[in-house]
């Protein structure tokens, strides 16, 4: 069934319209795709460290109790990339790109809102880029947080990009920022990245699709937002968020100390609501 474009937000359409809103993919997108949850990279990570024998049978039980936990899940990533070392990039490559996933419909319905600025994702693989390259535009350009200096000169022009925020699988020696150590290094000692963060939340609305607002990146990221920019200036944001998860009290709380409204979507079908309001947000272009 098709989403009422009556739900959307009318501020998010005028963004829109407008050409003053960027979406937000997070890890959900991916998982449609096949690739790993938190959880299951954590899992698979270990796994991965006891096939070459880099941990011992203790200190991989210890692991797993830490990774059921998920206010813990930063504190297994440090541990499990120091322990793999040299075989993490190869962890990564193996999983996010020799694992060769395919966009969803999801990613198709993100090409089609052509009036999205650009994209901004944490995630590392290359689904989003596949997707838009998939419909002819083979010169997609897509950055790393190294290259704020680059991102900001497009986004001055209006140009449209992808921005993988945490590093790209493809790149994995310019780093792929995992460890709560990797975020602190992005988000308080890279000035260009600051600025640019500043100049994407304060002058741009933004939709997150995709994106569990509990996952560790996501709320280092709105912490880094919010101790930096006041909630009370700039443009609102968006979250897509299960309306079966969600409490009045929770919605309030998003809009008037984050400044993010939330628009609430059914999990029925494995999200596919998702897909519906990318679509029905299309068809105000």
Not at 189 to 206: D, E, G, K, P
Not at 215 to 235: N, Q, V
Request: hydrophobic share 45%; aromatic share 10%.
């Amino acid at each position: 069934m098709a989403f009422d474009v009556a739900r959307i937000p009318e501020n998010l359409k005028t963004a829109y319209r407008e050409r003053r809103c960027a979406v937000f993919v997070g890890a959900g997108a991916s998982m449609g795709a096949g690739l790993p949850s938190w959880e299951k990279l954590l899992s698979d990570m270990l796994t991965e460290a006891r096939g070459h024998h880099l941990v011992s049978d203790s200190k991989a039980a210890g692991y797993e109790k830490i990774i059921a936990d998920p206010s813990k899940y930063l504190m297994a990533a440090a541990g499990l990339k120091d322990d793999l070392g040299g075989e993490f990039n190869e962890f990564i490559i193996k999983t996010f790109i020799d694992s060769k996933p395919q966009p969803t419909e999801l990613h198709k319905a993100l090409v089609a809102a052509q009036l999205f600025q650009f994209v901004l994702t944490t995630n590392y693989d290359t689904l989003l880029e596949k997707a838009y390259r998939g419909t002819g535009l083979e010169e997609v350009p897509v950055f790393s947080f190294i290259d704020a200096g680059e991102v900001q000169r497009r986004l001055s022009k209006r140009e449209f990009f992808i921005l993988k925020a945490h590093g790209d699988a493809t790149r994995p020696g310019n780093g792929v920022v995992l460890t709560e150590v990797d975020y602190r290094e992005v988000l308080y000692r890279r000035r260009a990245y600051q600025s640019l963060l500043s100049t994407i939340f304060t002058m741009f609305s933004v939709v997150f699709v995709g994106a569990s607002m509990t996952d560790p990146e996501i709320k280092l990221l709105l912490a880094y937002i919010a101790d930096s920019f006041s909630p009370s200036g700039g443009p609102s944001h968006f979250a897509l968020m299960a309306e079966e998860e969600i409490s009045d009290v929770e919605r309030e709380r998003w809009r008037k100390d984050w400044k993010v409204q939330i628009v609430p979507v059914s999990k029925a079908d494995n999200f596919v609501e998702l897909t519906e309001f990318v679509k029905a947000l299309a068809t105000l272009s």
